[in-house]
């Protein structure tokens, strides 16, 4: 058996074969059944989830196959579960949506399937290679999911949108690479890249530290991190909301386990040279996401300046370049995941009436459906990072692990913008309570819906008041990997 073959072992890649399998068998089924068959596509989704949720559990330990480009770890590992939390939540509380909207031929669930497929690709990438394939895999399902309304022009110029602004990008990245293959002799496993980086000298050349930055500008893309932020706010806006609340949260988790690993693990070396550049994103992720933010009357698109200004405080984490500024990234994500879902749960269920996405639509929400009024307030608390809930533990973190670093003016800058994206979230809570209500509307929630509601208000809640669990979790996960 020759050495290539040896170094083969699937086993490692049993998640991401157990989920493009099943992609491929409901994309045939969709096929022969049309629209008979929606909702058995829907529920084997539902159950493939479950499944590879399960499958990424029963690993333990570290592997690498296909020549050291595809790794899995404890960190790769919590972030796939993040990430199949991501699709299968918003799946579950968009059934009827879907329905409605005409969006259940089958091929919906199964071009999700495949967004989720590049995440995880992208999260146990072992080399520039897979993790230029993960990425765009990923990054193409999006483009087709944010169009994927044909009957409404604003999804299809979403699409449009994020398929120019995100050619433009991967084009970036791959430059990028590039440059990093040429500085360093053709090396493309981040193991390679990385005893290359530690070579004296080498950081002094200007071809290979231009192609970190330039790799570093295209991973902040993918997270609309500022500068690189404005196709967000229409894509958001303009995307079915399911889809948008898809791409608020799988995106971003899949996008910052790979820059776990160039930051921590193939730049290290090279500290110096682009830890400026993570800063200034992080600064002017913060800036615009709060500043930005306090002028929309549209919530989706209030939450995409609010979802950049949460990846600035992320990015603090990871220039803090640190197991606690990691363990803080994790933290963040999870927490950010469920406040996120939450909301849009509260947005979909408006949705049967035409409405939701208009701040306008939620005035005097407390005087009808006071505890719909509370749970979305406490979302926007959490968002806000006010204690005792989730978003304080999140911030928390963050800004300790910057502290430890010797980063104290980067954590009071994040104080300092997160009080002024206060003033937003406080807004919503406002018209909720004190403005009158202009129109007779309800909220009204799928059995999905509700359950996604509950679900994320008790972890919100219990993680503001007792984030030990999550903390332990968090903790375990970077310390087996860092």
Avoid at 212 to 227: I, S
Avoid at 407 to 429: D, I, N, Q, T
Wanted: with cysteine.
């Amino acid at each position: 058996m020759s050495v290539e073959m040896q170094d083969i072992h699937l086993v490692y890649m049993m998640p991401e074969i157990l989920v493009a399998v099943m992609a491929m068998a409901l994309l045939l089924l969709s096929a022969w059944t049309h629209k008979g068959g929606a909702g058995v596509v829907h529920w084997l989704t539902v159950l493939t989830i479950v499944g590879v949720i399960l499958v990424i559990h029963v690993g333990e330990g570290t592997g690498t196959t296909f020549g050291g480009q595809f790794v899995t770890d404890a960190m790769s590992r919590y972030m796939k579960v993040l990430m199949c939390l991501g699709m299968i939540i918003p799946v579950i509380m968009s059934r009827d949506y879907i329905r409605a909207h005409a969006m259940d031929g089958g091929e919906y669930h199964v071009v999700s399937m495949f967004a989720m497929l590049g995440g995880m690709i992208l999260a146990s990438s072992g080399g520039f290679v897979i993790l230029y394939l993960g990425l765009e895999l990923m990054s193409l399902s999006f483009y087709v999911l944010a169009a994927w309304r044909r009957d409404d022009v604003r999804s299809g110029e979403a699409g449009l949108k994020y398929f120019v602004l995100g050619s433009m990008a991967s084009g970036l990245l791959l430059y990028g690479i590039s440059m990093i293959y040429g500085a360093t002799g053709g090396a493309t496993g981040f193991k390679e890249v990385a005893a290359l980086l530690a070579t004296p000298g080498i950081h002094d050349n200007q071809l290979l530290v231009l192609g970190m930055v330039m790799v570093l500008a295209g991973m902040g893309f993918k997270v609309a991190a500022a500068p690189f932020h404005m196709w967000a706010p229409d894509v958001y806006q303009g995307a079915p909301t399911p889809v948008t609340a898809f791409m608020a949260v799988m995106p971003k988790v899949a996008a910052f386990a790979a820059l776990f690993r160039l930051v921590a693990d193939v730049f290290a070396p090279a500290h110096g040279q682009w830890v400026g550049v993570l800063q200034l994103f992080a600064i002017l992720s913060m800036a615009t996401g709060a500043f930005a933010g306090l002028v929309q009357t549209d919530l989706k698109r209030l939450l995409a300046y609010s979802s950049i200004g949460h990846v600035g405080y992320i990015l603090i984490g990871l220039v803090s370049n640190s197991a606690a500024g990691m363990q803080g990234v994790m933290v963040y994500l999870t927490i950010y995941l469920f406040m996120t879902v939450g909301v849009f749960a509260i947005i979909i269920s408006f949705d049967r009436q035409g409405l939701g996405e208009n701040i306008r639509d939620y005035q005097g929400l407390a005087h009808k459906q006071p505890l719909v009024a509370f749970v979305l307030a406490m979302f926007m608390f959490s968002m806000a990072g006010i204690p005792p809930l989730a978003g304080f533990i999140g911030k928390l973190n963050i800004f300790m692990a910057a502290v430890k670093a010797g980063l104290v003016p980067l954590a009071v800058l994040g104080v300092l913008f997160s009080a002024v994206s206060a003033f937003y979230y406080l807004r919503v809570v406002k018209v909720m309570y004190f403005d009158p209500a202009d129109r007779e509307s309800r909220v009204t929630f799928s059995g999905g819906g509700f359950l996604v509601v509950t679900m994320s208000m008790v972890l919100i809640l219990m993680w503001g008041i007792l984030p030990g669990d999550l903390l332990t979790w968090t903790a375990s996960s970077v310390q087996t990997w860092h």
